[in-house]
């Protein structure tokens, strides 16, 4: 028998939709605070789970011994601090994007969990998802063959009105712009199917909006599999799109451009050896459904946490890559400059990338 784990959700902006997902997964998850400095806000996502209280202090979750898992939705610089805090209460914790602002805090946070014997979950639920998952499998199954290039778009539209949650667009609250914020997802989708980031080379520019982080990019980067990728980011598109193209030596991929939902929608994989198509075709075939984004990474969580296998659910290792990534990619746009992977323990940046 599994056991149901009981949750505290920080903060009600997307903790809003984690408790969307935690609402379709109730016999897994027993959802006991949201907790919010904004009432209003708290509420609203209260009335989502049917029992589940309200309040504004995070000290009065984390000392509730019944609560196992806290889901740290806060503005990015009380990630590390209240995971941190989190742990040493005994809580496991669900972490979302940036998980840290420094390499070094990711570091206190491993060791941190080391300490407590719980465990960390960076989120990046655009894995969790049909066309995404296809890919995967195809590459689990030895069918991709070499990664030459992957090709990713960022296309997003972000005004006045979503800076104007004073935390954004600054560097001491949001750590940074769109390099840490928006492209992290589909860097991790490149990392998880073709490798590590080994070098990088980028020029980031604040151009759409009077903020203090950059708003656009153009990155180069080498993955650990060879893959040669290139990324194009901007805030300042008409809409939001975001799109995944990767030629691999048997496959080319396209993802749907659906932001948020990348990984799911529909993809199209195109065998370079026409007579294969079939045999690609049919695999994809099976991956039509499934629970996406958030549902399926806390579905995952579950398994984890009752001793059962989970397909791939994000590792601290990788929480740790994409900090390490944002680090060389602001060391090489400041310094014009090829920045090689992993970073040096001494690095500049190692204990964070804030501009003055
Ligand atoms: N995974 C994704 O796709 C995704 C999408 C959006 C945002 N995010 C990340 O989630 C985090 C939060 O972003 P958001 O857009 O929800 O921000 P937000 O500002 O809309 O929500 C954060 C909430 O935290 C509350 N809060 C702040 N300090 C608090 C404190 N000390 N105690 C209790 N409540 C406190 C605020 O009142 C606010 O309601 C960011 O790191 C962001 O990058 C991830």
Redesign the pocket.
Known sequence: MTQRIRVAV??????K?HMVAYAKLTDLFDVRYI????DQ?AREAAELIPGCSTT???NEVLADPEVDLFDN????H??AP?SIAALEAGKHVIC???IAGSLLDVDRMADAAARSGRQVFP?F?YRYGPGYRAAHELKTRGLLGKPYVISLETHWQRGPDYYA?P??GTWKG?LGGAIV?HAC?IHNLTTHLAGDITEVAAFLDTRVNPIESEDCAAITMRTADGALVTSSLTLGAAGNTSRFRACFEHVTMTSSTEA?RIGGGDWRFEATDPARQAEIDAIVAGFSDGLERFSGMFTEIHARLNGKLDIFLPSMEEGRHSIELMAALYDSARNGRVVRLPLAADHPLHQGWLAA
């Open positions: 920080a903060g009600g902006g997307i903790g939709a907790c919010d400095l904004n806000k504004p202090d995070i939705c806060l503005p990015p009380l990630h209240m979302e994007k940036p989120v639920q949650e935390w954004r949001e914020s997802h948020y």
